[in-house]
């Protein structure tokens, strides 16, 4: 049999997961709508399930959103390439939930605000808030939507051996039919999502970790690990030191002090498509569904992370060929994940198929509903029909999702997505503009004096001064090794850029956060000396303390990374 095939029982297996996911799915709709299909909610139920969903809906719904082949494929390949120091996206992902939730969330909820742009304009202005409506249509179309459907669809077909194009035409498919549901669909079906994602996420890592201590004759899960920890010592280090060839990838300790906090309190705190599970909810239930959430990204790495250093483990001595990873330059650590899954026995692979298939779903579900939520509320509603039904405006989402879609599955064959890299390019190309987007957030929460043009140079003067760093020492040639004492700066690993000393784009995103700072409270206080007045949100001291439940459960999450990094340090 061919290994790059499914088993009749794997197909029975997907099957199964397929009925549950989309019946359960009809049963929500169903029960939300009235069986005559009439819309009982308004556009707010539709796109934001007011008041639903519930604290364990929210949190798997917020991890079902964000786990996809990005994870499954990129992290398990950087895991393969540098180890468990790739780990810290998802560990330091746990920290910055808690902060999200004790300050981001009860500014969005205490001011009423269920789109990133209709913050932008009840903080700034209108034509802020239509900048980035429009900026953030295209990332997420553009970026996202593509790369997890193209991503998704080509470890799809590497496992099941099916067509590429099959593959990217029934993801985007089943996408659909769990997103024209609405928010309440998605955030309950992504409970069931997150169920198959663990499961076969663990019982991959199981047989992986297993694999390692068959081979050196020996069993079971636990002898598996500490032989890895043994045979791949390098791969189990959570900060590199500044002679580590992966060192611009992950620079020492700015994944604790520095440009990591930028990344993750951006994504989950300034993120239409993240923070949109709980701006539904009241206070306490968000806050319970978010720390859920980050209880779960502890266990992440264990699912996508250990599968990558058990393939590297076995790599190394050759129980796979170069025909699955390639060797020297051509060698592919993105093969990791698949190549596992297709060792896999009958009707495991089948479950691990449906759980690498429920994380691509799930997220393509929760972007193209962000992409209905921001077009409808922000675009249509305020510019092209401004006295719009509740029925016209849940009519526009769903039309917007099935043209976000066909606009994905046509644009992704042509990006080179496959040809770009993984995990890190991700987080590196996203990195051009997050830091100017999370200080107009920042200061825009916690600032009343922050002007709309300081946000605007936040955003524009953002993406200009990355750029500039990024080509500062590779088309202008400057010769940035003084910085590399201070570890601000590397050898590139890329042979095209010739050896030249850059700056690692997590150290970028911190220099340029700071400069954009730096430049918005000049800009804000040269304006409140001519009298310009801004929009300061509502923020009350007391919103800001949690509950005790919460605290605890804050608390242990805190103990726990803390063991984590002082073991693996």
Not at 74 to 100: D, H, P, Q
Not at 127 to 140: E, G, K, P, Q
Not at 359 to 388: E, H, M, W
Not at 484 to 506: M, N, R
Request: charged share 10%; hydrophobic share 55%.
């Amino acid at each position: 049999m061919n290994k790059h095939a499914l088993d009749t029982i794997d197909y029975i297996v997907f099957f199964v997961y397929f009925l549950i996911v989309s019946g359960y799915g009809v049963w929500v709709y169903r029960r939300k709508t009235g069986h005559d299909g009439t819309l009982e909610g308004d556009s707010k139920d539709y796109f934001l399930a007011e008041g639903s969903l519930t604290w364990w809906a929210i949190g798997s719904s917020l991890i079902a959103s964000n786990i996809s082949a990005e994870q499954f494929v990129g992290m398990s390949g950087s895991g393969f390439k540098m180890g468990l120091a790739i780990a810290t996206y998802e560990w330091m992902a746990a920290i910055t939930l808690v902060i999200v939730a004790v300050f981001f969330i009860p500014v969005y909820l205490k001011n009423h605000i269920f789109t990133m742009p209709q913050f932008l304009n009840q903080r700034y202005n209108g034509t802020v808030a239509m900048i980035m409506a429009i900026f953030w249509l295209a990332l997420y179309v553009v970026v996202n939507l593509t790369s997890i459907l193209y991503l998704g669809a080509i470890a799809i077909s590497s496992i099941a051996g099916l067509n590429l194009d099959f593959c990217l035409y029934a993801l985007a498919a089943f996408a659909v039919i769990i997103t024209l549901g609405g928010m309440k669909v998605i955030g309950f079906t992504d409970v069931i999502q997150v169920f198959f994602l663990i499961l076969g996420g663990l019982a991959t890592t199981y047989l992986a970790l297993n694999l390692v201590a068959e081979h050196y004759h020996q069993s079971g899960v636990i002898n598996g690990f500490h032989l890895m920890t043994q045979n791949a010592g390098d791969h189990f280090q959570m900060i590199f030191k500044k002679d580590n060839p992966n060192y611009l990838d992950l620079p020492g300790l700015t994944v604790l002090l520095g440009g990591m906090w930028i990344v993750n309190l951006n994504y989950w705190g300034c993120n239409q498509y993240i923070t949109q599970r709980a701006l539904g909810a009241d206070l306490p239930t968000a806050r319970g569904g978010i720390l859920f959430a980050a209880f779960l990204k502890l266990l992440m790495p264990v699912i996508v992370v250990l599968p990558g250093i058990a393939a590297y483990v076995l790599y190394k001595q050759d129980v796979f060929g170069a025909a699955e990873f390639g060797a020297g330059a051509d060698l592919n650590p993105d093969r990791a994940y698949p190549v596992l899954l297709n060792i896999l026995p009958i009707g495991l692979k089948g479950l691990s198929f449906a759980a690498l298939t429920a994380a691509v779903v799930a997220s393509l579900a929760g972007k193209a509903n962000s992409i209905a939520t921001i077009f409808t509320l922000d675009v249509y509603k305020k510019v092209l029909n401004p006295n719009a039904s509740e029925k016209t405006l849940v009519a526009t989402g769903k039309i917007t999702v099935v043209v976000a879609m066909i606009l994905g599955v046509l644009i992704a064959p042509h990006l080179g997505i496959d040809k770009k890299g993984g995990f890190q390019f991700i987080q590196e190309y996203t990195g051009f503009v997050s830091p100017g987007i999370f200080a107009m957030f920042i200061l825009g929460f916690f600032w009343k004096k922050t002007t709309s043009s300081a946000a605007l140079f936040a955003t524009i003067g953002g993406f200009a001064a990355s750029v500039f760093l990024k080509v500062l020492p590779l088309q202008l040639h400057a010769d940035l090794s003084w910085l590399a004492p201070f570890g601000f700066a590397s050898v590139s690993q890329d042979p095209k850029e010739h050896g030249a000393y850059v700056i690692p784009f997590l150290d970028r995103m911190g220099f340029v956060f700071v400069f954009c700072v730096i430049g918005m409270v000049l800009i804000s206080l040269f304006e409140a000396s001519r009298g310009v007045k801004t929009k300061g949100l509502e923020v009350d001291r007391s919103m800001f303390v949690p509950q005790r439940s919460f605290a605890i459960g804050a608390m242990t999450i805190v103990v726990i990374l803390t063991t984590l990094y002082t073991i693996y340090w």
